[in-house]
């Protein structure tokens, strides 16, 4: 079924004109994000034109506009602008707080210094179905990761940084293209390490037509001064919650032990600003969407996290609960991370959220 789902994705990528690329994210998320099948170059054919060329008519109906639109008029999205980019001069884009000067070239745990790489982007059809719709989730996938999980399920983008280095009006013109193919949205594949470059490339795209909602696809180990920069700015999150165990946390992502508690914090200010998801003829423009991946022996802390989604933001809050855990990169050096979770562990996990109150997991 995973290989299946897997050649379907690279499927529509193709379809799509877009190099392959997977669809997990780096606790292998969704139906969305890297697998490892490597998509390191943007094509001639996946390439937006030179010269910004607006962004065209081919919005779909069902297609709300962005609530930055209000942000920009107003002058306020320049502000946030300044603001996300003077977090790159001592970094503290995430709670790694580095401290590292990227704006000089400095590269932090990350791995990021002052530019940044897409590793491809194109209509996604594997993503959940409410972002997906009929035009596709206009998804762009960045290199390097903040979070660095020993089970990354592309590691080649996430960990080994593969993709081409990008300017910005190139980024703008990525969004464009998106929007013209008749994309609902701009999904942001692991946004955090690069939030600077993408409110300069936003700024670009919205002056020259830009209007559909952005997508924050985030591995959850962001800061709660990056998230509410970001108030107004993105109308979707799109959050992994990965751990409730803070050793486990610090094990499996690079020493991170705080992964659960700043989750949680950016977890609840998403919520905040955006509330329960909501859709418009069945496809999503504002509201929260947590994915978590049942991992083997219970890892992820399924019982907890869904106890505390209904009694910290509300049972109506959409999860997505996921079962196609596979070891990738270097998990089978972690057990009980060299396995996938059997199916009783995945209908256990699928029973606690039921038992949490949660009416909107799948
Ligand atoms: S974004 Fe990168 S450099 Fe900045 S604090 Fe996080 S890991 Fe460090």
Redesign the pocket.
């Known amino acids: 079924m995973e290989t299946s789902r897997r050649k379907f994705i690279r499927g529509c990528f193709a379809a799509a004109g877009v190099m392959a690329l997977g669809s997990f994210g780096c606790t292998g998320g969704g139906n969305s994000r890297r697998t490892g099948a490597l998509a390191a170059n943007l094509t001639q054919t996946n390439s937006p034109a030179n010269g910004l060329s607006g962004g065209g008519t081919s919005r779909n109906s069902s297609t709300r506009e962005a609530s930055y639109l209000a942000l920009a008029r107003s002058g306020e999205l320049e502000r946030r602008e300044q603001a996300i980019w003077k977090m790159f001069e001592r970094?503290?884009?995430?709670?790694?707080?580095?401290g590292?000067n990227?704006t000089a070239g400095e590269?932090?745990?990350?791995g990021?210094n002052d530019t940044f790489k897409v590793a491809s982007f194109g209509p996604h059809f594997g993503e959940e179905r409410p972002l997906v719709g009929r035009g596709g989730s206009g998804t762009i996938f960045f290199s390097n990761c903040?979070l660095l999980c020993v089970f990354c399920q592309n590691w080649q983008i996430n960990h080994r940084g593969d993709g081409n280095l990008t300017s910005h009006q190139e980024l703008a013109n990525i969004m464009l293209s998106l929007q013209r193919r008749g994309c609902h949205n701009i999904n942001l594949v692991t946004p955090?390490?690069i939030a600077p470059h993408i409110m300069t490339a936003l700024r670009i795209a919205v002056d020259n037509g830009l209007t559909l909602p952005l997508v924050y696809n985030t591995s959850g180990y962001d800061s709660l001064e990056l998230i509410q920069l970001l108030d107004g700015v993105v109308d979707i999150y799109l959050p992994d919650f990965k751990y409730q165990d803070a050793e486990l946390a610090a094990r499996f992502s690079r020493g991170a032990p705080d992964v659960p508690k700043h989750t949680a914090t950016a977890v609840k200010e998403m919520h905040r600003q955006t509330g329960v998801l909501a859709q418009h003829q069945n496809v999503a423009y504002r509201g929260l969407l947590i994915r978590h991946l049942v991992l083997p022996e219970n890892a992820g802390g399924t019982d907890g996290l869904v106890r505390w989604i209904a009694s910290e933001l509300t049972p109506e809050t959409h999860v997505n609960i996921m079962g196609q855990y596979r070891p990738q990169f270097r998990a089978n050096d972690y057990p009980p991370l060299n396995r996938r979770p059997t199916q009783t562990e995945i209908n256990q996990a699928m029973r606690w959220a039921r038992e949490a109150g949660l009416r909107n997991f799948h």
């Open positions: 970094c503290n884009l995430c709670p790694r707080l580095c590292v990227r590269r932090g745990i990350c990021s903040n955090t390490h």
